[in-house]
């Protein structure tokens, strides 16, 4: 059982590069939220949706974008890279809304 | 708006310790709280959780309770081991919507 899987797991962009992080996951969960995390910080949420063809913002949204075609696919997409978007980025799913979050090994990503 | 505070680590023991890492939480109501743990490489973990006032929770040795009277939900440890060794998180949920701590980083030595 693959779980959450998230691709690259390390990715060195200039700034003014574009790209999408991948989030893939098996367990049918309807919810799917990307989180960055920053050293010495918290987690923080960028955007979720509760299924698909819905998204919403969560508290860190600018610079991204995110589209859900699928139960499956949770993609992230920087469109022009700044360095303050050097972090560890995580995708997660849980079945519910208070249900129990399933985490990837993260992509990180720095933006030189 | 909500908020966890956890003590800055690293927290370096050696195998047997005790161990505790403190976690303080402002909320608006009454959120559910958790542990979660970020082993090397890997993503986070639910630990364990409390979802009321009183409740404890616990998992692989590690206890926290919830106390709504301080805001608190203090990670313990009897004895950690060095397969231990992780960021741990804790957070909150209300709304469904989770904050999380800044993380404490355990290091225990053989």
């Known amino acids: 059982n693959a779980g959450v899987t998230q691709t690259p797991k390390f990715r060195i962009l200039k700034i003014g590069q574009s790209m999408t992080l991948q989030c893939t996951q098996d367990m049918n969960h309807n919810y799917m939220y990307w989180y960055r995390q920053d050293p010495g910080m918290g987690l923080k949420l960028i955007y979720y949706s509760v299924g698909a063809g819905i998204t919403d913002k969560g508290e860190v949204p600018n610079g991204y974008n995110v589209s859900r075609s699928t139960t499956e696919d949770f993609p992230l997409r920087l469109e022009l890279a700044a360095p303050s978007q050097t972090s560890v980025y995580f995708c997660?799913?849980?079945?519910?809304?208070?249900?129990?979050?399933?985490f990837g090994s993260g992509t990180q990503l720095s933006v030189l | 708006g909500n908020s966890v505070t956890q003590m800055e680590g690293p927290v370096t023991l050696s195998e047997e310790a005790f161990l505790t890492i403190n976690c303080t939480y402002t909320?608006?109501?009454?959120?559910?709280l958790f542990w979660y743990v970020q082993y090397p490489g890997e993503g986070l973990q639910l630990l364990l959780k409390a979802t009321k006032a009183d409740d404890k929770g616990s998992n692989k040795g590690f206890e926290a309770t919830y106390r709504k009277e301080t805001t608190s939900f203090h990670l313990e440890k009897g004895s950690v081991q060095v397969s231990d060794s992780a960021v741990y998180f804790c957070?909150?949920?209300?709304?469904?919507?989770?904050?999380f701590g800044g993380g404490t980083r355990l290091m225990v030595k053989p």
């Open positions: 909320a608006t109501g009454y959120p559910s």
């Open positions: 997660a799913s849980s079945f519910g809304f208070n249900e129990k979050l399933f």
């Open positions: 957070a909150l949920r209300e709304a469904g919507m989770l904050t």
